[in-house]
T-cell receptor, first 117, second 111 residues
Framework: KAGVTQTPRYLIKTRGQQVTLSCSPI?????VSWYQQTPGQGLQFLFE???????NKGNFPGRFSGRQFSNSRSEMNVSTLELGDSALYLC????????????????FGPGTRLTVL | GENVEQHPSTLSVQEGDSAVIKCTYS??????FPWYKQELGKRPQLIID?????GEKKDQRIAVTLNKTAKHFSLHITETQPEDSAVYFC??????????FGKGTLLTVNP
């Protein structure tokens, strides 16, 4: 079974630009969660999508948004990039069928390393 | 919301020794506690998890214990090997339904 994939793996952007990251979950998984990983703040939850609906949201500004398609692939968008948005963005997929706050195992993708200059 | 604290932030052991990493959580409603291992430049991978109705779980050299009363859980690695060197993260799912992570422990196993 293919694992979670993310594209692109690396991105360099400048302040004020916007960026779109993509995540393809494991086949059959319907939940996709996004996390931001930085040396200072560690791993922080951004949001979770299940069946094309945002099911949960972390404490990030509205510049961070996402969506999920009918094939469960998900994208996240960051608008008006700031220097502090430089991070590794990880997505994780799971079956997600046990409801919000699912305790299904989450499988992480390799991440997209975003650098904002 | 949930707050997860993890200690120590760095841990260095000799090959063959045991390693223990401890986490505390704030939300008494938390019911799921996974541990992830992240090697340098790699993705986090689940190594073991425990649910709130269980006090201990073991998988070969790895074990996790949960004390719901004290709101803490620990990861125990026995007979450590150099390939165990990585950053380990504990996490908890609480009443906000989010997976909240500790800040991580950098484990170094010296041959």
């Amino acid at each position: 079974k293919a694992g979670v994939t993310q594209t692109p793996r690396y991105l360099i952007k400048t302040r004020g630009q916007q960026v779109t990251l993509s995540c393809s979950p494991i086949s059959g998984h319907r939940s996709v969660s996004w996390y931001q990983q930085t040396p200072g703040q560690g791993l922080q939850f951004l949001f979770e999508y299940f069946s094309e609906t945002q099911r949960n949201k972390g404490n990030f500004p509205g510049r961070f948004s996402g969506r999920q398609f009918s094939n469960s692939r998900s994208e996240m968008n960051v608008s008006t990039l700031e220097l502090g948005d430089s991070a590794l963005y990880l997505c994780a997929s799971s079956w997600g069928t046990s409801g919000r706050g699912s305790t299904d195992t989450q499988y992480f993708g390799p991440g997209t390393r975003l650098t904002v200059l | 919301g949930e707050n997860v604290e993890q200690h120590p932030s760095t841990l260095s052991v000799q090959e063959g020794d045991s390693a223990v990493i401890k986490c505390t959580y704030s939300d008494s409603a938390s019911n799921y506690f996974p541990w992830y291992k992240q090697e340098l430049g790699k993705r986090p991978q689940l190594i073991i998890d425990i649910r709130s109705n269980v006090g201990e779980k073991k998988d070969q050299r790895i074990a996790v214990t949960l004390n719901k009363t004290a709101k803490h859980f620990s990861l125990h690695i026995t007979e450590t090997q150099p390939e165990d060197s990585a950053v380990y993260f504990c996490a908890a799912v609480g009443s906000n339904y989010k997976l909240t992570f500790g800040k991580g422990t950098l484990l170094t196993v010296n041959p």
